[in-house]
Structure formats: structure tokens, C-alpha cells
């Protein structure tokens, strides 16, 4: 059922019965609208068909971009070869590494620098934890559980959890999280609590979900409607009415976005909880999972934003913490509440500690970075940051129309979306997220008005080559972004 | 199905027919053998029950461990509070923060000092690489599809997977494989890769594996079949091949451990295909994930260990990265057949990657600090380390044995299993990882001669206070190790 074209109420009905017994062992086209031409999908099978190409949407000129599959690229990596007998007398195995992580470390600074188009904060300084490099530090199992093994920073995790729970309005000895190791470890969590409290449950999703939601889903054996988007990427609550009506006799298991992965969209919680309420929906038989990848941290800080709270009937909500707080490695944290805990978890004697979080080993140096910088910034420090993003990102998008091009930036959002731009060097330079026809900027605390002055002047440079001569011109990017929003020559 | 105390054949294969289409809500008792009376697993109906406390296993003195579940444990935690309005001013934060972590580093050093119970090498010097901990490197998605996003380590990730494919002999283009973040998600994505392959296999699993593969069998609603196990913690091929004959109609997904958690035992790989072979399976009938955590990569090392080969038809290998490498953080590796992989992938433009990975984000670190060792090292390096590590771990079971502890150790392994101590901060102490009436000492390539003694020494001291005038009595382990490695008063 994942990532199917479009899935009829009564179909996805059926497929929602069929999913436990029926399973489709080839994936099928993940983001339907990407590819222009509906015969693409019947011709190759979907794009994950064994030994199959995968094709992309097309490129701005109409070029198809592909990303092949079934072969391994080796053509960068860097060998690991066998020390000679003599390396610790010449030292020149020492010399050769340190000239490899020399020249990488000066390519970091490079891309670094040049990097906007994912939400990760890029500056921090963690200096201080250096020293604690040497330590193999590991959280193993759960949180709140001390395990036999020592050398852990469980006094970190817990402090760390008490603030996003305090963040999202639920008492200590309500709670029950962990730091996980990125988004999509929040995601799979949230949805298989979901899915144990309610083993027959339907998960919903907006199209414009993180995949890892419908990797969850194919994952757990779970029946998975998605429900359409309006044009800023919020979910449609009038869909979601039509087919939670349409599946009456199946609790509801829904990933509410808190900014999607695009166009930074932010789904109406609260509708969504009386679209529940008005079809019938009692808190007995739903189970919301809040997606809060990015914004989830942000939003508490925008004014007039609504809410995220475990005061409303939510069961988790899950924020990466290498994007907005900024880490060295990816991490995230989640937050349920502990009533749900205890019916995924299970004892494991070997670690003297119960198994409720999906990995067992846990990288211990994250909750020490989430930690320090939390206890440095404080919730004025983030309130600023998230401040001066927003205002970024409107300096972003005025600059944008102002010189022509079509750009949309939702009300409670730093992301940015505009057209895609025509060439793949421009793209791999600014490191750009790109779907179909659209791009998007995610501004974050390390980009400044100068580099978002560098990025567009660049930009505006280059239309004017790529579209000289009129030999290729801007696409029409209105369904993504919205009429009012396109400045093709069509919507100009 | 995970978890049942006893499943017999034909049980299991109703409950592998049952699996897809009942869903079991309530974990049950975990380990059955750690029950010492029966009835308890009657009275708290499980031990992951709602709000229920989980019965440990009796310690030596029959006294019960407990875990409590359903309490959240705040009394170590570091609390993130707010900073002043002077504080930038005055210091007083940054000086504060400086004495957590100076005392938090101490007692690393202490607790590291005197680890014994668990498989990490902790000894390691990553100094070279602290200049990269500014930098947020972040390989998501596919190591062989570069991403968008240019802060990654994939010409490191790659090389190291081909050091593992090549010691796992399968050629560069014929496997798929990434770096994960501990050997869960290795585990995880083995077992995955089994059930894409075949959709209604039942999963089959020695009950000394990892808990992590009955997780799996959980979190992905398969049928599953724990096999009965030697003493000496192998998989028992003789109750294999009763339940696969009971189970034909099914295609077969086996977890093969090499090195359980517990005991360090080697399943037998070769009668495990030939057991399949015999009872009627095909090739394209079953699907073996190797669990090599620990001793995928010391076996290659050990004269006369059989082979861990995809030579073999084995579908996957995964190994931890933190355990004999050593690492700060948590991670494995995993290599599979590319073939395989086509079948899980889908396409996430998103990323311009493929999403064959569990994790989306991912660790860019990891690679690092294992490309770095592998280099050091080499093949040569890693040799003479488990030839170390076997020397010491043969010199601990000889010590114990000489002092009347019973302790047992397997041909191919450096996990000394004996007694579990009589006391709780004594194995709190030295972190010794326990499982019923037995603990272990796993021996990494940082546990030297001098440390051994010492630890072999406090425990004849501390038993010698335990167990004076007759008030309590070393337990009988002949049960867990063998009649022939037990010392109990009966069998010595």
C-alpha cells in the first residue's frame, strides 16, 4: 500500500484489510506527481523494480534526471589498505592519513560554507566536549533504566528530555522519551507505539510526509492511507473527513506533520483532531504521532503559532536535534507518554533494563551535545534564532520575487520554495533539496542576509544565461506553490 | 509470538500461520529460563504488563531483582536551566558547565577503568580526528548514491565496506551494504531484507540470540520459532530440523549467531545450511542473516573457525563497529547481496538517493573513526589482537577454575561465563553484564593480564566473605554451562 498512485476510499479500505495478509513485495513509485508522464509508471514497474532504472522527474529543460539503481559507485571512496611492515618506523602511514583527513577536512569547510538547502544548523561549537571523544559512551536500552553497563550520559538524555517535555506540556512523571539517532528513528517510534496501541489501526498520512513514515508503514505491515495536500503542503482535513468516514470500523493512526519536509508546511492539529471528533472518532480510537522533524523546536518560539501539547489528545511527537539546535552527527528526541510505553516494552535481563526504544545501542555523545547547547541558549537564545530565521526567509522570498522568480514561504516556516533551478552544477554547488520542478532553502541560524545576497545574486546571474535566447525558459511551478505564486510567463 | 515460554511445532506453526492476522498487544516474560517459579509468569501475565513490575530473576541470595516499570528515575539527571540575563557577563554558566563535565569526564575515566562485562574495546585514541567534530557530516540516505547535502563521509564509508566485503568474500559490484548505527540496526535490516525476499517466511532463531531479532520479529508481524539451544548456547540443529519439517510449506528466514550475547557461542553455520538442505529447502527457499556483533570480525582471525563466507548462501552479515574496533559511539556494519537490495529500495527523490537504509540521516562520523582504525591496523593488527584476546580470556577461565569457581569458555570465543556474583555492587562495580544465575566476562583487546587479576582476586576475597559459615552457597550452574564446567558443592 505504500506509495501507491492514488488510493480510492474503498480501495484503500480493501488494501487496508488486504495489508496483513497481502504482501507487495516490489515498491512502487514513491511521489506519483514527479513523474510527468503516467505511461513512465506502467513502462518501468515503479522505480524500485529489481535491476530496473529508476526515473526521475524531469529536469527543468525536460531532460530526465535518473538515478540508477542495482550498481555500487566506487569511484570516490577511499581504500583501506594493509599497513606495510615498516609504517611505525617511517611514520609514512601516519603522514598519508593525515594528509587524507587534511584535504577532507578543508572540502568540509568548502561545502559548509556553501550548504543551504538542508535544515541543519551548521554553527555550533562543541570545543569543550572534545576531551570526551576518547569514551566509548553508549545509553544502551532505556533512558530512565540504568544499565550494568557504566560508561554512559543518561544524567544528560534525562535532563534533555525534562526540557522538550516541559516544551510540550507534559509532567515528568507522565513522560517517557529517548534520544534517538535521527527523524526517522522518532517516526518509525511514534508510529509502532501507535501500532501496538492500536494493533488493527489504519495509519493516515499527508502525501507530503517524510518517507520514513510510509517506510514505517510498509515496515510494520500497516494498512496506509494518504491523504491529499492543499497547495501550501498542509494536509486536506476534507480528504482526511471523506476516507476517515470511508474506514469507520478501523481505529485511526495519524503522523501529523509540524512542518514537512519540502515546503515546510504545517498541518492544522487542531482540525485534524475535530475532523477525528466529528466523524466519530472518540480519543479511544485514534492516536496521533506529531512529526515535528524541523519545526517542532521552532514553532514553540513563533508567535501565533498554534500549539504542539500533550495537553491535547496527542500520544508522541518526535524533532530532530542536528537541525535546529546543531550537532556533529544526526540525532532527535522523542517524547510519549509513558501509559503507551509499557505496552512496547519488554524486559531484556541482559542489559538489567526494559527494550522500548527501537535501537539498543545508543550513541551517548548526542544527549552531552543536545545538553550543552540547550543549557547555553536557553529558550531566549532559541526564540531569537528562530526570529532571525523567519526574518531571513521573508528577506529571501522579497528578494526572490522582486527579481522575477516564483518562491512561496507558508506563514510559520523558514523554508523557502521556489523553482528548481535549470542546471544540476547550481544545485549540487548550493547543496539544494530538490523535488520535481521545486527547490527549497531551509534558513537556519548559520545563514546570514550576505549569504542569502550571494545565493541570489547567483542565481539571477545564471537565469539569464540559462534562459537567453529564450531557448529554455522558467517552468510553471503554480501546482506546487500556487498561482499567486508562480512567476512563470504564464502566471507572470 | 515473540517471547512464548515453549513453542512447540505445531503451536509454532499455527502461530506463524496466526501471526499476519493476530496481533498480540502484551509482550510476555522474555527469557522463560530466568523465571525461577513458574507461577510467576501466571500472577503478572507477562512482564511488560501495564503498569505492572517486571520479576527479575532471583539474585544468589533468592532475593528478587526487580525493574520497575511505569516510574520515571529523575534522581541522577542533569537539569538544563535557563541562563541569566547576565550570565555572558559574569561567566558564572560557562564555569559552571566546565565543572559538569570536568566531574562527568572523571568519572568516565573510573568507570572505564574497571569495565569488564561488556564487548567494547575501549581502548582507542581518535585524537587525529577531533579537528572533524566541528562539522555536521551526515551520509543519508545510500552510501553509493551521493545525496544533495556535500558534508558527508562516503569515500570513507565505502572503503570501509569493501574491507568488510572482502573479508566476507563477495565482490565489490555484487554487494550492497552501509554503516549502521549499533548491531540492532543491523539485525533490523538483515531480517528485513528476509521477509522482503520472502514475504510469508517464518523466522527462525536459536533462543540465545540477540533480543534485537525477536524485536524484529515484532516490529515487522512475522511468524517466528525460537529453537532450542547446546549447552554451550549454539543453535540445537537437531530441534531446527524437527521444526522446519513441521513448517514446510513455509520459505525459512534463520538468524545465525555468530557470538550470542550471553555465552559468545558460534552457531554452526555449515550444518545449519545443510539441515535446511537435508529437510527439503532449497536455495530459493530460505534466507540466512548472520549476527556476527561481536565475532564476525574476530572469527576471521581465529585458526580453525569456520568461515563466515558469501560463498555460503548466506543473504547478510552485519557486525558492530564499537565492539572489537572500538568507537565513542555505537555503529555496525552490514553487507548484503546488492540483488537483494533492489527489492527493498524505493526511490526518495528528496534525497536524490535511494532509501534501502532503516535510518534516513546518518552518522557521518562513524565511517571515520572506523576507516582510521582498519588502517592503523590492518588485518595483521586485528590478528594478533584476537589471538591476544583469547590468550587472556583462556588465562581468566583457568584462574577461575584453579580458585573453584566454575566458568566455561567456547573453543571460539573470549566470553568467560561463570557464577554471577553473590552481590549487586560488585557486578555494578566492574559492569558485569548478567543473566540468570550467570554473568560473563566478555575479554576485548583493552582488558590486559593485570586487570583480570585483579578482578579474579576481589572475587575470591568477596566470596570468601559471601559465602563464610555456610549462610549462603555458590549456585549451581550446571544447568546454564555443563555439569562438567559447574563447581557447585554437588558437582565439583
Same mark, same amino acid.
Given at each position: 500500500?505504500?506509495?501507491?498512485?492514488?488510493?480510492?476510499?474503498?480501495?484503500?479500505?480493501?488494501?487496508?484489510?488486504?495489508?496483513?495478509?497481502?504482501?507487495?513485495?516490489?515498491?512502487?513509485?514513491?511521489?506519483?506527481?514527479?513523474?510527468?508522464?503516467?505511461?513512465?509508471?506502467?513502462?518501468?514497474?515503479?522505480?524500485?523494480?529489481?535491476?530496473?532504472?529508476?526515473?526521475?522527474?524531469?529536469?527543468?529543460?525536460?531532460?530526465?534526471?535518473?538515478?540508477?539503481?542495482?550498481?555500487?559507485?566506487?569511484?570516490?571512496?577511499?581504500?583501506?589498505?594493509?599497513?606495510?611492515?615498516?609504517?611505525?618506523?617511517?611514520?609514512?602511514?601516519?603522514?598519508?592519513?593525515? +594528509?587524507? #583527513?587534511? /584535504?577532507? /577536512?578543508?572540502?568540509?569547510?568548502?561545502?559548509?560554507?556553501? %550548504?543551504?538547502?538542508?535544515?541543519?544548523?551548521?554553527? !555550533?561549537?562543541?570545543?569543550?566536549?572534545?576531551?570526551?571523544?576518547?569514551?566509548?559512551?553508549? @545509553?544502551?536500552?532505556?533512558?530512565?533504566?540504568?544499565?550494568?553497563? +557504566?560508561?554512559?550520559?543518561?544524567?544528560?538524555?534525562? +535532563?534533555?528530555?525534562?526540557? !522538550?517535555?516541559?516544551? *510540550?506540556?507534559?509532567?515528568?512523571?507522565?513522560?517517557?522519551?529517548?534520544?534517538?539517532?535521527?527523524?526517522?528513528?522518532?517516526?518509525? %517510534?511514534?508510529?509502532?507505539?501507535?501500532?501496538?496501541?492500536?494493533?488493527?489501526?489504519?495509519?493516515?498520512?499527508?502525501?507530503?510526509?517524510?518517507?520514513?513514515?510510509?517506510?514505517?508503514?510498509?515496515?510494520?505491515?500497516?494498512?496506509?492511507?494518504?491523504?491529499?495536500?492543499?497547495?501550501?503542503?498542509?494536509?486536506?482535513?476534507? $480528504?482526511?473527513?471523506?476516507?476517515?468516514?470511508?474506514?469507520?470500523?478501523?481505529?485511526?493512526?495519524?503522523?501529523?506533520?509540524?512542518?514537512?519536509?519540502?515546503?515546510?508546511?504545517?498541518?492544522?492539529?487542531?482540525?485534524?483532531?475535530?475532523?477525528?471528533?466529528?466523524?466519530?472518532?472518540?480519543?479511544?480510537?485514534?492516536?496521533?504521532?506529531?512529526?515535528?522533524?524541523?519545526? +517542532?523546536?521552532?514553532?514553540?518560539?513563533?508567535?501565533?503559532?498554534?500549539?504542539?501539547?500533550?495537553?491535547?489528545?496527542?500520544?508522541?511527537?518526535?524533532?530532530?536535534?542536528?537541525? !535546529?539546535?546543531?550537532? =556533529?552527527?544526526?540525532?532527535?528526541?522523542?517524547?510519549?507518554?509513558?501509559?503507551?510505553?509499557?505496552?512496547?516494552?519488554?524486559?531484556?535481563?541482559? #542489559?538489567?533494563? &526494559?527494550?522500548?526504544?527501537?535501537?539498543?545501542?545508543?550513541?551517548? %555523545?548526542? =544527549?552531552?551535545?543536545?545538553?550543552?547547547?540547550?543549557? &547555553?541558549?536557553?529558550?531566549?537564545?532559541?526564540?531569537?534564532?528562530?526570529?532571525?530565521?523567519? &526574518? @531571513?526567509?521573508?528577506?529571501?522570498?522579497?528578494?526572490?520575487?522582486?527579481?522575477?522568480?516564483?518562491?512561496?514561504?507558508?506563514?510559520?516556516?523558514?523554508?523557502?520554495?521556489?523553482?528548481?533551478?535549470?542546471?544540476?552544477? !547550481?544545485?549540487?554547488? *548550493?547543496?539544494?533539496?530538490?523535488?520535481?520542478?521545486?527547490? %527549497?532553502?531551509?534558513?537556519? =541560524?548559520?545563514?546570514?542576509?550576505?549569504?542569502? $545576497?550571494?545565493?541570489?545574486?547567483?542565481?539571477?546571474?545564471? /537565469?539569464?544565461? *540559462?534562459?537567453? $535566447?529564450?531557448?529554455?525558459?522558467? =517552468?510553471?511551478?503554480?501546482?506546487?506553490?500556487?498561482?499567486?505564486?508562480?512567476?512563470?510567463?504564464?502566471?507572470?
Amino acid at each position: 500500500m505504500v506509495g501507491s498512485v492514488e488510493v480510492s476510499p474503498v480501495e484503500a479500505n480493501d488494501r487496508a484489510k488486504a495489508t496483513v495478509d497481502d504482501v507487495e513485495p516490489l515498491p512502487v513509485e514513491f511521489y506519483p506527481l514527479e513523474t510527468s508522464d503516467p505511461a513512465d509508471l506502467g513502462t518501468t514497474n515503479g522505480v524500485g523494480s529489481v535491476g530496473g532504472k529508476a526515473e526521475g522527474p524531469r529536469a527543468g529543460d525536460g531532460r530526465k534526471r535518473e538515478i540508477v539503481l542495482g550498481r555500487n559507485v566506487h569511484t570516490m571512496s577511499l581504500e583501506v589498505t594493509e599497513p606495510e611492515a615498516d609504517d611505525e618506523v617511517t611514520g609514512d602511514r601516519e603522514a598519508y592519513m593525515a +594528509g587524507v #583527513l587534511a /584535504r577532507y /577536512r578543508k572540502s568540509l569547510i568548502e561545502r559548509t560554507r556553501n %550548504h543551504l538547502g538542508y535544515p541543519y544548523n551548521l554553527d !555550533f561549537d562543541y570545543g569543550a566536549l572534545g576531551q570526551l571523544q576518547h569514551f566509548s559512551i553508549n @545509553n544502551l536500552g532505556d533512558p530512565f533504566i540504568e544499565s550494568n553497563y +557504566g560508561v554512559h550520559s543518561r544524567q544528560f538524555e534525562v +535532563g534533555v528530555l525534562d526540557w !522538550f517535555a516541559r516544551l *510540550w506540556e507534559l509532567e515528568k512523571n507522565e513522560y517517557w522519551g529517548y534520544i534517538t539517532n535521527c527523524g526517522t528513528e522518532g517516526n518509525l %517510534h511514534g508510529i509502532l507505539v501507535g501500532r501496538e496501541v492500536f494493533p488493527d489501526g489504519i495509519l493516515y498520512a499527508s502525501r507530503e510526509s517524510h518517507y520514513s513514515v510510509f517506510k514505517a508503514a510498509r515496515m510494520y505491515r500497516m494498512g496506509c492511507i494518504k491523504v491529499n495536500t492543499l497547495t501550501s503542503g498542509e494536509i486536506d482535513c476534507a $480528504d482526511f473527513r471523506t476516507k476517515l468516514l470511508q474506514n469507520k470500523d478501523k481505529p485511526a493512526i495519524i503522523n501529523v506533520n509540524i512542518g514537512t519536509t519540502v515546503k515546510g508546511a504545517v498541518d492544522d492539529l487542531d482540525l485534524v483532531i475535530k475532523t477525528l471528533e466529528e466523524t466519530g472518532f472518540g480519543r479511544d480510537r485514534f492516536y496521533i504521532h506529531c512529526d515535528g522533524a524541523l519545526f +517542532g523546536l521552532m514553532m514553540p518560539f513563533v508567535k501565533r503559532a498554534p500549539k504542539v501539547s500533550f495537553k491535547k489528545p496527542i500520544g508522541s511527537v518526535s524533532v530532530s536535534g542536528h537541525k !535546529f539546535v546543531g550537532c =556533529p552527527m544526526p540525532c532527535g528526541v522523542q517524547i510519549t507518554r509513558l501509559e503507551h510505553i509499557n505496552t512496547l516494552s519488554r524486559n531484556v535481563e541482559y #542489559l538489567a533494563s &526494559r527494550d522500548a526504544t527501537i535501537m539498543g545501542s545508543r550513541n551517548g %555523545h548526542a =544527549p552531552i551535545f543536545l545538553w550543552y547547547t540547550l543549557n &547555553r541558549k536557553g529558550y531566549k537564545g532559541f526564540q531569537k534564532e528562530v526570529q532571525k530565521c523567519l &526574518r @531571513n526567509a521573508h528577506y529571501l522570498k522579497d528578494r526572490l520575487h522582486a527579481a522575477g522568480i516564483g518562491a512561496m514561504l507558508n506563514e510559520l516556516s523558514s523554508t523557502v520554495v521556489f523553482e528548481r533551478p535549470h542546471d544540476e552544477e !547550481f544545485i549540487r554547488k *548550493w547543496q539544494l533539496a530538490c523535488q520535481g520542478n521545486i527547490a %527549497h532553502v531551509v534558513v537556519m =541560524p548559520n545563514i546570514d542576509i550576505e549569504k542569502l $545576497d550571494n545565493f541570489t545574486n547567483e542565481l539571477i546571474e545564471k /537565469r539569464e544565461i *540559462w534562459f537567453q $535566447d529564450g531557448k529554455a525558459q522558467a =517552468p510553471c511551478i503554480a501546482e506546487e506553490i500556487g498561482e499567486e505564486s508562480c512567476m512563470c510567463t504564464r502566471h507572470k
